[in-house]
């Protein structure tokens, strides 16, 4: 019954989209009012058929429902609960409908949010939010149905209903509590970019190129950005937690196609501000947001696809022609419109010199480019070679890191000097007042840490270049601070919370600036990891570093999901002991075949992790294949992580305003209101 | 005693070049199987793989370690495994050829989009210190007008 439901709630949302976007574009045409609000009303409509579509689903997985293909292939009936609804999201055809429904959610909230203060644009937007949520409700239909009956062949090889006595499991990688929450983050973030695209195609469309439609998806833009920077950082929490190899990020295809579009929606967020404030940029703007959201759906062809080999890759199939065309399609028609407008994008402003604000966000913007082309090149490279040469190659971690840490240095140090430089034109002697004394003390340190055995180059110089831009933020912060404690009499504490609430994008930017200067600071230790390895049996030790690792306890366990070799280990630092840990090698059920995976244990502090993995038992059963990392540093990156999310809400609020400024919006109300009063 | 002082320090020497040499080689898998990728389809670098029994990783550092005391260089251990497993097997695409593009193109691309924003920066200043230039009467309120546009240039 479920099924069925679900099943024709599916068929229900595509012949409303379909609907939902004639009549949003043929009541533009006709100038009929009743037309575009029914094709508004019907986009509210689509949300709730694919609301009711993955409720469905969620209840079929919640019931073990094994006559359902989909059920039975990522899931059984021992899987806890929460994994059987994170289930939704583990194959294929379940995370392109969580796709669609988190676009559809989207278009409802956008269009209810919006439709009094744009009437104009909104009819486009909705057309264009629902043409490409038509592209997802037609593969759901017709190519990746997740609702299909589970069937077998019949000795005459025609199809037969068939409802297994168990599922197949979920894959055990994604039987982690990251992997929860790292896919709705992700898909959070790449939808989101939808809502600046749709709005960027509507202000072309109706031409209204000013800076309504930059203003009005600014917080869109962020909310997306800081879902998608989750998303991001979560997928490496979980394969730091879940892979078992020491670190957090490999420059896999997947993980790779989950950055493409953050850098450029990032340095979209930088270029729409040179846009409010001085009216330029306006073609480029545009030119991201396209790209932004092209590589959000690119992201998704290559984790779906499989045109490219991943250890990410869990559901393969042949969708990518779809996705190639919908790509292809969505490109040349944003760019057609891009260049039909072009004589109304011109500038209002022109740039007066290299060193100023305008100039640093447009050169941070090319490397933030130039970062995610590398990206894209890469990853793209070895299908480029076998397609041009005919040969096989491999572009992996070497290569990623020898283009993109220099291009990232250079982008750290842009980050401390951009928000720094004037709008138009920087003095000399801003330059020295604003910069002297970090770059004075962040050198010194440099030679600090080079004298005391920090001398990998890039490692160090990131290093360096970190407390150069943690510095400028401070000074930022306390000169702020002060200069508002002198005027108010309020203490420094007091001056900065105010501060940061009165202009709340500047500060809250500053705050992510600094979040990236913490996670650039536990990127750099993974440059000093080191490890050690040995077969352990009961009160053996292993030592690296200031560490010892004891093995107290090898025993088994058994679960009805899995069975698992467990080990308990004591860590003991600089002698005490600090931590008891419990590597596992677990072994689950589901399934045909014994799925093996490693769970790692972690002992995390500030200065370092250490990092335990347990590959297996010998032979004979009595030691342990045990294997350690040291990775300094690696906490930063997860509280840089906190302290950006912090940042981005922060630069999402409204500013506080000051009672002057209440008094003198009051007073100009009640002046409007006399001026209608005297006219009516 | 001499002779047993002599003795003694040679020990330490010979245990000390020991264990460096140890280190050495060490170090050497460790740069190699950073440089390789693991054959076994994990698509892992032959360094990383470290999944329970993997058919091919522990084979593949155990050769890496027989060349290595064979007394042969990086480079023609590197050829021996391209010649073994083939090209896949290198971690990052070798710098000459065709591949050479994949180690230009990034840089290509930035060099070029660094070089047209400066080009266009420049064209825009100048066409903006033109216009201002050729006006007398505009020229000498420009003063002014700079005066007056910082006050209203927005500091965020």
């Known amino acids: ?324 065309a919908f790509i292809v399609v969505a490109l040349s028609g944003s760019l057609y419109l891009l260049f039909d407008r072009l004589p109304y994008l011109k500038s209002e402003n022109q740039m007066e010199s290299m060193v100023s604000r305008e100039s640093s966000f447009m050169f941070n913007n090319l490397i933030l480019l130039a970062s995610c082309f590398a990206v894209f090149w890469g990853t793209m490279f070895p299908v480029i070679s076998e397609a041009v040469k005919g040969v096989k190659i491999t572009v992996g971690p070497p290569f990623f890191n020898k283009v993109n840490v220099p291009i990232a240095i250079f982008l750290m140090f842009l980050t401390g000097v951009g928000p720094l430089l004037a709008w138009r034109k920087a003095s000399t002697n801003s330059l020295k ?124 366990d058994d679960t009805p999901n ?21 590597p596992e090698r677990r072994v689950y059920k589901a399934g045909t075949e014994p799925q093996p995976t490693s769970e790692v244990a972690i002992y995390s502090t500030m200065r370092n992790d250490m990092y335990v993995v347990m590959a297996g038992a010998t032979r004979d059963g009595k030691k342990a294949v045990i294997q350690i990392f040291y990775n300094p540093l690696t906490m930063w990156v997860w509280i840089g992580a906190v302290v950006m999310v912090i940042g981005t809400l922060i630069a999402l609020l409204p500013n506080r305003k000051t009672p002057a400024r209440k008094r003198q919006e009051t007073e100009s109300k009640e002046e409007t209101k006399d001026v209608e009063a005297k006219v009516t | 005693m001499k002779r047993k002082l002599h003795k003694l320090a040679l020990f330490f020497l010979l245990a000390a070049t020991s264990l460096s040499a140890q280190a050495d080689r060490n170090e050497r898998i460790r740069t190699l199987s950073s440089n390789l990728m693991c054959v076994c389809g994990c698509h892992q670098l032959l360094g990383a793989c470290n999944h329970f029994n993997c058919p091919s990783s522990g084979p593949m550092v155990a050769e890496l370690g027989k060349h290595i005391d064979q007394g042969e260089t990086d480079d023609q251990i590197t050829a021996f495994f391209v010649d073994k497993y083939g090209t896949t097997v290198l971690a990052a695409p070798p710098a000459s050829g065709f591949n050479l593009t994949a180690w230009i193109m990034p840089f290509a691309a930035l060099g070029i989009g660094v070089f047209a924003a400066i080009y266009f920066l420049r064209r825009y200043r100048s066409q903006w210190a033109g216009a201002a230039g050729t006006n007398p009467d505009l020229a000498k309120y420009h003063d002014k007008v700079e005066e007056e546009l910082k006050k209203f240039t927005p500091e965020d």
């Open chain 1, 1 to 324: 019954m479920a099924a069925q439901l679900g099943q024709f709630a599916l068929a229900l949302a595509w012949v409303v989209t379909v609907y939902s976007v004639i009549a949003s574009l043929l009541g533009i045409r006709l100038k009929h009012d009743k037309l575009i609000a029914s094709g508004r009303n019907a986009a509210i409509g689509v949300a709730v058929c694919i609301t009711t579509s993955i409720a469905c689903l969620g209840y079929l997985f919640a019931v073990s429902d094994f006559s359902i293909k989909y059920i039975a292939a990522h899931s059984n009936r021992d899987l806890p609960f929460y994994f059987k609804i994170s289930s939704i999201w583990g194959g294929q055809e379940g995370s392109l409908l969580f796709w669609g429904w988190i676009l559809t959610m989207y278009t409802a909230l956008v269009v209810i949010q919006n439709w009094r203060k744009h009437s104009s644009l909104m009819p486009y937007v909705t057309a264009v939010l629902m043409a490409s949520s038509l592209f997802f409700t037609s593969m759901h239909l017709f190519a990746v149905n997740p609702f299909n009956q589970t069937v077998i062949l019949s000795s005459q090889m025609s199809p037969l209903p068939f409802v297994p006595r168990d599922g197949s499991g979920l894959n055990p990688l994604l039987q982690d509590p990251y992997m929860v929450i790292h896919p709705p983050m992700l898909y959070l973030g790449f939808v989101g970019f939808a809502v600046p695209f749709a709005f960027a195609m509507a202000a072309l469309i109706t031409k209204q190129l000013g800076d309504t439609w930059i203003r009005t998806t600014r917080r869109w833009t962020m909310v997306a950005w800081m879902f998608l920077s989750v998303g991001v950082v979560l997928g490496g929490k979980w394969a730091y937690h879940e892979l078992g190899w020491g670190g957090f990020w490999a420059w896999d295809p997947v993980e790779n196609a989950s950055l493409m579009p953050w850098l450029i929606g990032t340095a979209y967020l930088h270029s729409v501000m040179v846009q409010e404030k001085k009216g330029m940029l306006k073609v480029w703007n545009i030119v991201l947001v396209i790209m932004t959201y092209i590589m959000a759906v690119f992201g998704t062809f290559l984790t779906r696809s499989g045109v490219v080999n991943s250890v990410h890759a869990f559901a393969q199939s042949p969708i990518g022609g779809y996705f190639a």
């Open chain 1, 562 to 582: 899995y069975t698992s070799d467990k080990a308990t280990v004591s860590l003991f630092a600089y002698g005490k002991k600090v931590a008891n840990l419990y």
């Open chain 1, 433 to 556: 007042r604003n910069f002297l004394w970090p770059a004075v003390v962040s050198l010194a340190t440099g030679v600090v840490l080079y004298v005391r055995g920090v001398q990998h180059f890039y490692a160090w110089l990131a290093i360096v270049m970190s407390i150069f831009v943690a510095l400028t933020i401070f000074r930022e912060f306390i000169r702020g601070a002060r200069a508002r404690s002198g005027g108010t009499g309020e203490n420094f504490v007091e001056a900065i919370v105010n501060l940061t609430f009165r202009n709340t994008r500047r500060y809250g930017g500053y705050i992510i600036h600094f979040a990236f200067v913490l996670m650039f600071l536990g990127w750099s230790g993974q440059a000093f990891t080191t490890d050690a390895s040995a077969d352990m049996g009961l009160g053996d030790t292993l030592e690296l570093r200031e560490y010892t690792l004891r093995m107290d306890k090898l025993g088994i």
